[in-house]
């Protein structure tokens, strides 16, 4: 949808005040004019946001929800004229009042592709446009806000800022179009997921089938990748939630954790290795064993360097690091090494007569596995409903 966030600004004036005299006079528009932006937002929206009686202009239920979105949008901008303009109370009102869904659109383009070229094609814009609408949106930040480089241009800090609360104020709006159509009982909104990599092999497609199960128009989708990536994604609001291992101390002031189990590592080799059947292994041995160990700076790595610290051993040195399950697999299975892992997410390899995990338990190697998701989120129904699922199916872990 094409925003017009003038429109939606007097939307949120209407809601305000009830009249529709009080919220023109507030947005410095006639009467007509605001008449007309309210009803091509409705028609845009396919849905009556007020109610019109003698008395004012009222929200119906539908218009409730949306424009309770609406208002969480606008926070997130506000949120950075905040600190674009700390002591100017005039300058943080006129940004919010001023910018435009073309200048946003710009900046998030821009800031992703590094070139303008090839954001005024995806934009289907021409360049003096674009580079319009760029010095416009400077123009209101009062400062600059990408530095050419030999390869095209590079977004500075202060434009990563706004692209993160730019997302943010997008994916809030789009949760509003969603919401109505759960309001109207079209179950066909969207969740897109994070997993890594224990949640990949059981939790997730589980879950994600029962919900489609339920709300067959649902879409969904499921992205796979280093966890600095999907932090990323989550904080700028292109993914809803996380599911895997949590991290401690908590990477982001932003981010909430939501620990649903604690699971236990185990020794996996192949199902022909050595020690496959073995329930005591000396620490000479764990300390011969070559290992696939997981990658720095992930729950399991720390939980690995403690394994052998707690015997009293130095870890091994002849290591490969991986965190995806199907390259250690295949490392295992075309060598004596070992591997660190969860035994639910090699279960259907150990079943297969591939794999094998070790019977001896390894006493303090528990990592917390949970949800994460963005401090003040607000689910639509289906993503609750998922969440729900999620606590239901490991309620009993």
């Not at 919220?23 to 019109?52: C, D, M, P, V, Y």
């Not at 609360?165 to 179950?187: D, W």
């Not at 794999?355 to 390894?362: D, E, I, Q, R, S």
Request: hydrophobic share 40%.
């Amino acid at each position: 949808m094409n925003y017009n966030l003038r429109h939606l600004l007097c939307a949120l004036e209407i809601k305000q005040s009830g009249k529709l005299s009080v919220a023109a006079k507030s947005i410095h528009l006639s009467q007509s004019a605001l008449t007309q932006g309210i009803n091509k937002l409705e028609s845009s929206l396919g849905e009556s946001l007020f109610i019109r009686t003698h008395s004012g202009m009222f929200p119906t239920a539908c218009g409730e929800r949306f424009l309770l979105r609406v208002e969480r949008a606008f926070q997130h901008l506000q949120d950075f004229a905040n600190t674009l303009f700390s002591n100017d109370k005039g300058k943080r009102h006129s940004f919010v009042r001023s910018v435009t869904i073309r200048q946003l659109n710009a900046l998030i383009n821009i800031a992703e592709l590094e070139s303008y070229t090839a954001a005024a094609t995806r934009m289907h814009l021409t360049q003096p446009t674009l580079h319009r609408s760029i010095k416009d949106l400077e123009n209101l930040c009062e400062q600059t806000l990408f530095t050419r480089t030999p390869n095209g241009v590079e977004p500075n800090w202060r434009a990563r800022q706004l692209r993160r609360y730019t997302s943010l104020f997008f994916a809030e709006l789009h949760q509003g179009i969603v919401e109505i159509g759960e309001q109207a009982g079209r179950m066909d909104g969207s969740i897109n997921i994070g997993s890594l990599p224990l949640a990949r092999t059981e939790i997730v497609p589980q879950c994600v089938l029962q919900l489609v199960n339920e709300f067959p128009d649902v879409q969904v989708c499921v992205i796979d990748g280093p966890y600095e990536e999907q932090l990323h994604a989550l904080l700028h609001g292109q993914l809803d939630m996380i599911v895997g291992a949590l991290r401690y101390p908590i990477p982001h002031e932003e981010i909430v954790q939501h620990r649903l189990f604690d699971d236990q590592l185990s020794i996996v080799v192949k199902a022909q290795h050595p020690l496959a059947k073995r329930k005591q292994i000396s620490n000479a041995e764990l300390q011969a064993l070559k290992w696939v160990a997981p990658s720095h700076g992930a729950p399991a790595r720390q939980v690995f360097s403690d394994l052998f610290k707690s015997r009293g051993i130095d870890p091994p040195s002849q290591l490969i690091e991986c965190s995806g399950l199907v390259t250690i697999r295949g490392i295992l299975l075309s060598s004596e090494r070992a591997a660190l892992l969860p035994a639910r997410q090699v279960d259907v390899e150990v079943k297969s007569g591939l794999l094998a995990v070790c019977p001896m338990p390894l006493h303090g190697t528990n990592r917390q596995i949970g949800l994460s998701t963005r401090k003040n989120w607000k689910p639509t129904l289906i993503q609750q409903r998922l969440i729900n699922i999620i606590g239901e199916r490991t309620a009993d872990e």
